[in-house]
């Protein structure tokens, strides 16, 4: 959780909210076709909650932000230019939502899609 006290008051941001930021980042960018999960649990637990920031990890370091993403990429991509783009990404509307600064953006590919030929 990230804290910051102004003049008038303490503002906090959630993790879940840098999540929902991140995840709708992520789904954006070219080339990723969805968001996994990091290990079979989180899986079979998604499968009954239907979590929106799905496939995201965040980890505060003091004042700094670390954010992990699980992504799926669309077969036939370049993968590394994919992942760069992503990861850049998320790093500046996660910087430019909260104002804080993001120390990484790891990308993790879980997963390649082939899209439906007709």
């Given at each position: 959780m990230t804290d910051e006290i102004t003049?008038?008051?303490r503002?906090?941001?959630s993790p879940r909210a840098i999540s929902t930021i991140a995840c709708q980042a992520a789904m954006q960018s070219y080339g990723v076709v969805g968001m996994t999960s990091k290990n079979l649990a989180d899986g079979i637990v998604h499968v009954f909650a239907r979590d929106p920031r799905h496939g995201v990890q965040i980890n505060s370091l003091g004042d700094q932000i670390?954010?992990?993403l699980f992504v799926i990429i669309e077969y036939g991509t370049r993968i590394s230019s994919?992942?760069?783009?992503?990861a850049n990404s998320v790093r500046y509307q996660v910087e430019r939502a909260i104002g804080l600064p993001v120390a990484a953006v790891n990308v993790h590919?879980?997963?390649?899609?082939?899209?439906?030929i007709d």
């Open positions: 003049s008038i008051g503002i906090t941001i670390a954010i992990d994919v992942a760069a783009s992503v590919v879980q997963d390649l899609r082939v899209s439906d």
